[in-house]
């Protein structure tokens, strides 16, 4: 019995358990061999004699298998506030494989309308993108693991995105790892190792060519204060946590033009209290810039607050702020409120205020910036505006609430990717790690792992010209996936006659 065979006489559990284990692909494993047989045995399926029924369970329970193990993080955020949440692990992780079995359900079913073959491959792989594309906004949008995020440890290959975007990676990869399927036809494998050697080599020029060159007179602190969730806000460690965040910033800081303090780094509301506020000139030397996050008043009748950002001079005056904007659904707001008699995983008694989107921002006697709170730096093309352009992206997030998982690992490796498309250096402070200074060939310069308390050092990285994604989005990758559309389903109708 063939070892194909043997896996479809239970194809449903096979294919779940494949897609359990295609998590492992992703930060920090890198497994590869594990997408290579599991999109291999898709493809072998989708060209095969099964009906539209057995197609959907069997990319229904990989989808749903990737989307558990690989969000199998959450179960920290979830265990944080005394174990109160505890009991909605279980439908939290069913409704991500759901969610995630959908994704891959859909383009297997639409791609069904090709002949079997190559075009049937083609079609499903253009397919797959354009639903990951939708998945990136629909519902708010959860772009998470896209699967040319399994390239972030290998910036050779990662410089794709700086034409196509992760999309694209998503489309080569896809078409890569899954080719052996179509054996014993070769011209699919031969193409697809092609495509990913021009893809490594152009990349591997790219890197070669690269001028790393670093803003005169801008040196940068990042504090990873790495204090655990469950003592973040807890009033006995309130004046350690702060002391603890002004010693790292304050220590042999001389040279250091800007400080920067991850997400809610502030355990008060320094707007309403100004001796706690003042406290803060110890941060930065004189003519320094403080970067900090905390909560932000924006109605105090109602006690309505913003997820912020503010930026402090050295006699700790407010002198700008920004709203995240794009909160998390169930963290931050719990969506369909009047309908869902749920409270939000954050401690805090409403809903946060969302701020009026990405704009670029002023930086005192720094370049303009783009400042991203959490998980705002996953969304592709949705980082950066256009006009006027900003030269840096501030990345503060608070990754304490995923413990030591895959989560922090999969969300700096989306900060690299951003940093790729959109050829901006992206500056990331985290509380518990992994914070890192991210130049525009998206790779890391500088970091400190997880859960390590410490400081990181650096000048600010120049920015590169706007590159192709930045400058056209998804409008290139939407093309292409558009005229194989019309070759795969042109070819059919040729087919019939």
């Known amino acids: 019995m063939t070892l194909y065979?043997?896996?479809?006489?239970?194809?449903?559990?096979?294919s779940f358990i494949l897609g359990l284990f295609s998590a492992y692909a992703y930060a920090p494993y890198f497994f590869f061999p594990i997408l290579i047989l599991a999109c291999s045995f898709l493809i072998k399926n989708l060209n095969g004699a099964l009906n539209k029924k057995q197609t959907a369970g069997i990319f229904f329970c990989y989808g749903a298998g990737t989307g558990i193990t690989g969000m199998t993080w959450i179960t920290n955020a979830l265990l944080i506030d005394g174990g109160q949440f505890a009991l909605f692990i279980g439908p939290s992780l069913a409704g991500l494989g759901i969610f995630f079995g959908l994704f891959w359900l859909l383009p297997a079913l639409f791609s069904r309308l090709a002949l079997p073959g190559v075009r049937r491959w083609l079609a499903f792989a253009c397919f797959f993108v354009f639903f990951e594309w939708i998945r990136s906004w629909f519902l708010t949008g959860?772009?998470?693991n896209l699967l040319g995020s399994v390239w972030t440890d290998y910036?050779?290959?990662l410089q794709f995105a700086s034409v196509f975007g992760v999309y694209g990676l998503s489309f080569v990869t896809l078409l890569t790892f899954s080719s052996p399927a179509l054996l014993p036809n070769k011209k699919p494998l031969y193409f697809s190792l092609f495509l990913i050697f021009l893809v490594t080599t152009g990349g591997a020029m790219r890197l070669y060519q690269a001028q790393n060159e670093s803003v005169f007179g801008v040196h940068l602190r990042l504090v990873q204060p790495n204090i655990p969730q469950t003592l973040k806000w807890n009033a006995e460690k309130r004046e350690e946590n702060i002391s603890t965040l002004l010693r790292l910033s304050h220590?042999?800081?001389?040279s250091v033009s800007h400080v920067i303090w991850p997400e809610s780094a502030l355990p008060y509301l320094i707007e309403l209290n100004t001796a706690e506020r003042l406290r803060l000139m110890s941060a930065v030397r004189q003519g320094g810039t403080l970067i900090t996050g905390g909560l932000r008043v924006v109605n105090q009748a109602n006690k309505q607050l913003a997820n912020s950002v503010f930026l402090l001079n050295d006699l700790a005056d407010i002198?700008?702020?920004?709203?995240?904007?794009?909160?998390?659904?169930?963290?931050?707001?719990?969506?369909?409120?009047q309908w869902l008699p749920l409270e939000k995983v954050v401690p805090i008694d409403s809903d946060f205020v969302a701020g009026k989107g990405v704009r670029t921002h002023h930086i005192p006697k720094a370049p303009p910036a783009t400042v991203l709170v959490c998980y705002e730096i996953i969304f592709p093309h949705a980082v950066a505006p256009k006009k006027p352009r900003p030269d840096w992206i501030i990345n503060v997030t608070n990754d304490g609430w995923y413990g030591i998982s895959a989560g922090p690992y999969q969300h700096l490796g989306m900060a690299q990717l951003?940093?790729?498309?959109?050829?901006?250096?992206?500056?990331?402070?985290?509380?518990t790690g992994i914070s890192a200074v991210i130049n525009p060939y998206g790779m890391i310069e500088k970091s400190l792992p997880l859960n390590t308390q410490g400081v990181v050092d650096s000048s600010l990285?120049?920015?590169?010209?706007?590159?192709?994604?930045?400058?056209?989005?998804?409008?290139?990758?939407?093309?292409?996936?558009g005229f194989i559309f019309l070759f795969c389903f042109n070819t059919r109708k040729t087919g019939k006659k």
């Open 5 to 14: 065979r043997l896996l479809m006489k239970h194809a449903y559990l096979t």
């Open 142 to 144: 959860f772009p998470w």
């Open 155 to 157: 910036p050779w290959v």
């Open 251 to 254: 220590e042999n800081n001389a």
């Open 319 to 337: 002198v700008g702020y920004v709203d995240k904007s794009h909160l998390v659904p169930f963290g931050e707001y719990v969506p369909f409120r």
């Open 418 to 431: 951003r940093a790729v498309e959109e050829g901006l250096p992206v500056i990331r402070a985290a509380n």
């Open 461 to 481: 990285p120049r920015p590169l010209p706007p590159t192709v994604y930045a400058r056209y989005g998804n409008v290139l990758w939407l093309a292409i996936v």
